[in-house]
Every structure is written in structure tokens, then in C-alpha cells.
């Protein structure tokens, strides 16, 4: 009897351990000096902030970029974290995303796989995989790994994006 009583008072804080999850919330600037690799178009950014609204298992990234004179704002894309596939047609980029995302077993970690189909205007359509590990480190930056393969090549692309929390 004991132990009935011992697992019922105790259940409560396994489960909230368990459900223990990283705040991605917030808006974070790309440290663009101590990001690596990032794409030849970032030579002429001047700053590149994502705002993160958090609610359950999803986050809604909406990234503005400014540079050149310019600002141009994103669609927002809603990352769901829950390992199902999510299908994002991007007619700026000219792309369409099959991706699934969840969290890692740390519960601070967040891991997307991403199939990307991109079709550019008298260019032949390029398909791609993209593997993502979004980490929080401290509370005020966030490390982004993206690592791109192209279909029918070797061809491997890595980058790291460092943002940094704003507010």
C-alpha cells in the first residue's frame, strides 16, 4: 500500500519532467560574424532576424532579412514538432518543402528533415534533403546545423547559423 502511495505522489513530477521542453519564443538576430558558411545571398545582408511564437508542439518562425536598401519579409512557416510530415509550398523561393520535425530526446533540441523540390523559371527542377538541429545554448542564442544533400550528386552542404536573443 505503501508504494501505491509513493507512485501516486511522485507521478506528478516524472511527468513534468518529462514534458520539461526548451522556449524557442522570442525574436533572434543572425550573428553574421560568427555564423559559418552561410549562402553567397548573406554578402549583402545587413541583418536577419526570426521571430519564434511557441505554443505546445509547434513553432511559427516569421524571418524578415534587410539588406541592400531593402527589407523583405517571409511567409510564416509553422514547424509542428510532432514527427508528422508537413507540406509548405514557397512561391517566393519557387520551392515545396515535405518536412517533419520533433523534439530530441534532451527536450532543448529540436531535429527537422526537410525534402525540398525547387523549380526556378528555365532551369531544371533541383531535389534536395536538408537535416536541421536547432539548439538552445543559455537562454540567449540559439545554434542552427543545416545540412543539405542534392539528389543524384555527393554534393554536401553544411552551414551554421548562430542567432542571438533579442527579446
Known amino acids: 500500500m505503501k508504494r501505491f502511495w ?9 511527468l513534468q519532467f518529462q514534458t ?3 522556449s524557442f519564443a522570442g ?4 550573428d553574421l560574424k560568427n555564423s559559418v558558411n552561410l549562402p553567397p545571398s548573406f554578402k549583402s545582408v545587413d541583418s536577419y532576424v526570426i521571430d519564434i511564437a511557441q ?8 524571418a524578415t532579412m534587410k539588406g541592400n536598401g531593402q527589407t523583405v519579409p517571409f511567409p510564416p ?3 509542428s514538432l510532432d514527427g508528422k510530415e508537413t507540406y509548405r509550398k514557397d512561391s517566393l523561393r519557387g520551392s515545396e518543402r515535405w518536412m517533419s520535425a520533433g523534439w ?4 532543448k533540441s529540436v531535429v527537422m ?3 525540398v523540390l525547387m523549380k526556378q523559371a528555365g532551369r531544371p527542377a533541383v531535389e534536395m534533403t536538408q537535416h536541421d538541429d536547432w539548439k538552445l545554448v543559455g537562454g540567449t542564442s540559439l545554434d ?3 545540412t543539405q544533400k542534392m539528389k543524384g550528386t555527393d554534393s554536401v552542404r553544411t552551414e551554421r547559423r548562430i542567432f542571438r536573443k533579442l527579446k
Not at 525574436?27 to 543572425?30: A, V
Not at 530530441?104 to 527536450?107: I, Q, T, V
Open 6 to 14: 509513493w507512485v501516486l505522489l511522485t507521478a506528478p513530477l516524472f
Open 20 to 22: 520539461s521542453r526548451g
Open 27 to 30: 525574436s533572434w538576430e543572425l
Open 55 to 62: 505554443k505546445g508542439d509547434s513553432l511559427t518562425v516569421v
Open 77 to 79: 512557416f509553422v514547424y
Open 104 to 107: 530530441a530526446a534532451n527536450g
Open 113 to 115: 528533415d526537410t525534402r
Open 144 to 146: 542552427v546545423s543545416i
